[in-house]
Structure formats: C-alpha cells, structure tokens
C-alpha cells in the first residue's frame, strides 16, 4: 500500500464510502498476505452441511476467523477437532458483508504429528471402539488351503515374489490373483471390492492382500475405512502383508493375521508341501508301529493262554489217568464183593431151600401118618391095662366112699348154721339146729342136752 | 475343495495316532481305526499328487461380469489404473 494512495483517501470533502474503504482493505489485505503459515488452537468449530468449515484459530492474547471450503475440507484426511493446535497453510481475506478479515485455509497439519499420522490414530481408534479389530473376530487361518486369492497389482515385485514363495513351499496350489491399483485415488475401494468378490465368489480358502513397500502416502490405501471395513468383514481368511516389517496399517489391524511382507505371507498361509508329506509318512509310520506292537502284544497274551491251556489239558490227562486207575480198583474190589455176596446168597439159597414149607409140610405128614401109628398102638396098649386098673381103683374108691360107710349105719352131723360138721357134741349149744346125714335121706334136729362119751 | 477334506483327513490321521499310541483300546477296535487310518494316509496322499499348479487372475468384462483367466507375471495387464508398487 503505497502512501500516496493512503494520501489520496485523507480528503474532508471527499470521504469514501464504507465499502470503498471494505474494497480498498481487502485489496490491501489480499495481496499482502496472499500465503502464509499460521499456528492456532481451533475453536469455535462448526461444520454446517454446505460441507464447509468455520473455526476461529486463536493463542493467548488473540484470535483470527478461519474457514475451509468443502474442496479442501474433503482432502482433509484427519477430522478438525476443537481444541486441536494445527498449522495452517492459507490465505488472508475479507468478508465485505460483515467486514471481517479471515483466513481462508487450504490445508492444515496438525502440530506436531503429520496430518496423515493423525487420521491414522482418528480412525483407528473409531474402528476400535467399533470391534473392528477385536482379537475374538479373527478366522484362524486354514491349516492345508488349496486354493490361495492374492489381492495386489499384477505387475510389482509383491506378486512376482509372492508366487514364487507359494510355489515354492506347495507346487501344486491353484492361485487366484485379482489385480488391483495399490496406491493413489480410489484404490483402497477397488481392493475393497476386491476382497467381497473372493468372498462372493467362494474361490479360495485364503488370501493375501497387500503391496510392497513405499512412502506412508503410497501405503495410505490400506489405511482407509472402506478397505478395513472389508477385511475386518471378509468371511474369507485374510493375511494383510503391506510394505516392510515397520509399516504398520489398518488394514493389518482388521486382517485375520498380519504379515511384515508379501513373502512372509505366502509363508504364513502355506505349509511346506514336502514337510505335509512327510508328516503324512511319519504319522502312517506310527500308526503301522503302533498296530504292530499291539498286535505283537496281542499274540504274545494269546501264546501264553495257549501254553496255560496246554498245560491244564496236561493235568486233565493225568487227573483222567488217575479217575480211571481209581475206576478200575473200584471195579475189581466190587467184583469180588459181587463174587462173595453170590457164595452167601447161595448158601442163604441153599438154606432157604431147605425151610421151602412144603417140604416142611411134607416131612410133617409122613412124620403125623408115623406118629399116628405109633399113638394107635399105644393107645391100644394103653386101654387094655387102663381097663383092668380103673377096675381095681374104682373097688377101692367104694370101700373109702362115705356114702359106703353110711350103708353101714354111721351118719354125719352138721351144724345148720354154718354146715361145720360136727367131731364133739361140745361143738353145739343147746337148742341149735343140726343136721344129720343118713345113708338114705336127713334129718333136721334140735340138740336137747350134751352128754359126755358113753364109752366113759 | 480338497483343502477341507484334506485338513479333515490329516486331523482324524492324528487323533486315530494318538488314540493307537494310548494303547486303551481292545485289539478289534485298534484295527478297526487302523484300517480307517490307512484309508486317510491313501486318500490324503492322493489329494496330494491330483493336486494341480494353476494361477489364474479374476477380472471383470466391460459387461461387468467377472471371469477368470490365465495369469502370467510377465504379461502386459489390462488394467490401466494399476501402479506399480515398486
């Protein structure tokens, strides 16, 4: 501003109006500052939907408006937060309607960290927070895939080494390679799209997506939200391998497993087809080992019982040999038993013979006709002399006959009352009854006196 | 889909091992499982040798339908959008 021109505006007749001087100002102030760097702490943000962005950037002592136009605002790749200190890149303005002076920014970094470090850490923390990368999401990587997806560009090293790697460790995989732009404008969505059609398609059991390596911006693809949000989604396993051991993406965060590079990732995802083999021999190995033994084992317990059976088959002879020793002594003992039981039945027989009643009966009838013969001739005998002597006795017993001796004239006396017969007249009372007993009848007396014997 | 099976394969393979190896089963049973492993042991080997080398590369037409073709690192891709990456 030149001070003859500041000369002209200092004319009492002639004041300007006030957006002459707005006009004047903004010329002055335009020109002047039409690029500089500003540090601020951003306040009083606000975020109309027009899209553009309205702060005030202030120190301690004082403040500037500051605005960012929806062009720049969408470059932006971290989100202005109140309170942020930032380091602007801009130009002054005026705002004619209001007369206010304000900066027009045209990029910002944040102070201290680098804009995309911190878009990084912005959006890390919100897919965090979302479990987009919690460990518990994360599909364990098949053991023995066959068929390996690698999502990169079909032209870099990655790809040419990544092969190489797969091929290497397992001849005989199927590979499917969808080629990708891995760096620049819209890349991050077509490897987005990338990894839903592996998904769609359900071509392979793994993949790898990735890039070699390059500067934060080359890598940034694999920082933004549409691609994480893929693979964080991929139902597929997804091995991230972005760059070198250092470089650390979201896209890592969000993957089934992370590898540092592309060929750490065809290593991760195959094993080596020669130690499969291998392990397949030894496992077999075992296993024949194994049966081996066990059937060995087997055999062994059997010959044993075999030879314990054998052995008791032994004993049972024996024991058999004995029962039919023992058998055979008892045979002969009983045998001879037999024989001396038949001698005494025989005997026994014998005299059961001679008991036989008939002949019994038999001896007895020729013993009674015997018997009777002699009893016939003794009984003649006998009644001849019998006759003879019962003759004599029976001459005798008349001589001793009372009755005989009462023919002589005696008679015999008794006493009525108890038939006593009477041997002395002192045996009766006077007046008793007697009775006496003649040869022809009695007669019934009453004593008239005792007298003494008339012999005396 | 031979990765399934083959994965599936290899673990009963182990597990029919390690049960062998314990030694608690009766001998029909340990030959039952033996016989089931060596079924395994041949189809996994076999798995193995049918298995066969092949890259292809999924692209989408202008009709936008996606096919797969033969891959070569060499060759020239059609894609003119993609850069290198070093």
């Given amino acids: ?45 606000r975020m109309p939907g027009s899209g553009h962005v309205y702060c005030t950037l202030k120190d301690e002592f004082s403040q500037i408006r500051a605005v960012l136009f929806r062009s720049s605002a969408l470059r932006l790749k971290f989100t202005l937060q109140e309170g ?64 390996i997806g690698i999502v990169t560009s079909p032209t870099g090293a990655a790809i040419k080494d990544m092969l190489s790697v797969l091929y290497r460790r397992w001849p005989t995989l199927r590979v499917i390679v969808v080629p990708v732009p891995v760096q620049g404008e819209g890349a991050a969505q077509q490897i987005a799209k990338a990894v839903a059609w592996l998904n769609e398609e359900d071509l392979v059991d793994v993949m ?92 062994r317990r059997l010959e044993a019982q075999m030879g314990k059976l054998t052995e008791m088959r032994l004993r049972i002879r024996q024991e058999w040999q004995r029962t039919q020793q023992a058998v055979d002594r008892l045979k002969t003992v009983t045998c001879n038993r037999v024989a001396a039981s038949r001698d005494v039945v025989r005997d026994r027989q014998r005299e059961l013979a001679g008991l036989n009643p008939v002949f019994v009966v038999k001896r007895g009838i020729a013993m009674i006709t015997f018997l009777m013969q002699r009893l016939e001739r003794q009984v003649m005998v006998l009644s001849d002399g019998r ?41 009766v009372q006077p007046d008793e009854e007697i009775l006496a007993r003649l040869s022809q009848g009695q007669l019934h007396c009453s004593v008239k006196r005792a007298l003494p014997d008339p012999l005396l | 889909m031979g990765g399934v099976k083959f994965e599936q394969a290899m673990a009963r393979l182990e597990a029919i091992v390690g049960e062998l190896e314990k030694g608690d089963l009766p001998l029909d049973e340990s030959l039952k499982i033996f016989e089931e492993g060596i079924r395994l042991s041949k189809s996994c080997l076999k798995i193995l040798e049918d298995a066969e080398r092949k890259v292809e590369v999924l692209v989408q037409d202008r009709n936008g339908k996606k096919r797969l073709h033969a891959f070569s690192p060499d060759e020239e891709m059609e894609d003119p959008s993609s850069e290198s990456s070093g």
């Fill in chain 1, 387 to 427: 006759r003879r002597r019962m003759a004599a006795i029976a001459a005798q017993l008349g001589h001793l006959s009372p009755l005989a001796i009462l023919g002589r004239g005696y008679s015999i006396v008794s006493r009525v009352r108890d038939g006593v017969i009477l041997r002395s007249a002192d045996d």
């Fill in chain 1, 84 to 147: 942020m200190c930032i380091i602007v890149r801009g130009r002054l303005t005026v705002y004619e309607l209001r007369g206010e002076y304000q900066i027009v920014m045209d990029s910002i970094e944040p102070k201290g960290v680098g804009a995309l470090q911190l878009a990084f850490e912005q959006l890390k923390a919100r897919l965090s927070a979302e479990g987009l990368f919690d460990e518990a999401k994360k599909t364990p990587l098949p053991p023995f895939p066959q068929r």
């Fill in chain 1, 208 to 299: 790898i997506v990735g890039r070699g390596g390059g500067s934060l911006e080359d890598l940034w693809s694999f920082n933004e939200e549409v691609l994480v949000r893929a693979v964080a989604a991929s139902r597929v396993p997804v091995v991230s391998a972005v760059g070198h051991e250092i470089d650390v993406t979201l896209t890592d965060f969000a993957a089934d497993r992370r590898a540092a590079t592309p060929s750490a990732a065809a290593e991760t995802v195959v094993p080596v087809l020669a130690e499969v083999v291998e392990r397949l021999r030894v496992l077999t190995v075992r296993m024949t080992q194994t049966m081996g033994r066990h059937c060995l084992f087997e055999q």
């Fill in chain 1, 1 to 45: 501003m030149s001070a003859t021109k500041q000369q002209t505006l200092f004319q009492p007749a002639k004041p300007v109006t006030v957006s002459q001087l707005t006009g004047l100002l903004r010329t002055s102030i335009e020109s002047q500052f039409s690029d500089l760097w500003l540090e601020g702490e951003v306040s009083n943000l």
